[in-house]
């Protein structure tokens, strides 16, 4: 795997219908994830975020953020991933600071976001309902018929931006490659076996 886009597809091939993911009850096969993900991507990518655009991502727990997060890999976006305790404030500095080009948010957080949603090009609700300039998680699923073509990302390209709590000033940004997280991971599993 060169880049996170391609780990839900690997995993659907190896894995397939075994359980991936369990949330409120509801069962995910990793093939079943896989094209969420895959059509997550499509979504984003007809809504003209492009390969190297930031999405910032500010959700708590759910089906739709694990989607959401290897959807904007999928389609070669960098990932900003908000922590759900930082302000409106905050998170209208991260959104301007990373310049973000979409923001995925959950329906308790629409509010929050209302100063930044006219900077970008998408905005999705994780929710059954959005106002008019936000679409909902559903419609990003249904955009498109058509499959992503495959984007092809460096490993050592930028994948992810996170922000630190900002306790002695404004927030800043990590960044990190796919190459840097991706063996995070693999360490990480090593470790556990």
């Keep these: 795997i060169t880049h996170l886009g391609l780990a839900a597809s690997r995993a659907a091939e190896?894995?397939?219908?075994?359980?991936a993911l369990v949330f409120e009850g509801k069962k995910f096969s990793f093939r079943e994830l896989n094209g969420l993900i895959e059509r997550a991507a499509a979504g984003i990518s007809a809504a003209g975020v492009a390969k190297g655009d930031v999405v910032t991502l500010y959700a708590g727990n759910s089906w739709q953020w694990i989607v959401s997060y290897y959807a904007i890999a999928r389609a070669g976006a960098v990932i900003n991933p908000v922590n759900t305790?930082?302000?409106p404030g905050e998170v209208e500095y991260v959104v301007d600071n990373c310049k973000a080009s979409a923001i995925i948010a959950s329906e308790d957080k629409l509010d929050?976001?209302?100063?930044?949603?006219?900077?970008?090009?998408l905005a999705v609700a994780?929710?059954?309902?959005?106002?008019?300039c936000v679409t909902t998680f559903d419609a990003l699923l249904n955009t498109t018929e058509e499959p992503l073509a495959?984007?092809?990302?460096?490993?050592?390209?930028?994948s992810t931006i996170c922000y630190t709590s900002g306790t002695t000033g404004h927030p800043k940004g990590a960044m990190q490659s796919h190459r840097a997280v991706i063996t995070n991971a693999a360490m990480t599993a090593q470790l556990q076996m």
């Design 150 to 158: 495959s984007i092809d990302v460096e490993s050592e390209s930028l």
């Design 112 to 121: 929050g976001v209302k100063a930044v949603l006219d900077k970008v090009r």
């Design 126 to 132: 994780i929710s059954d309902w959005a106002p008019d």
């Design 85 to 87: 305790m930082l302000t």
């Design 14 to 19: 190896l894995f397939g219908e075994k359980p």
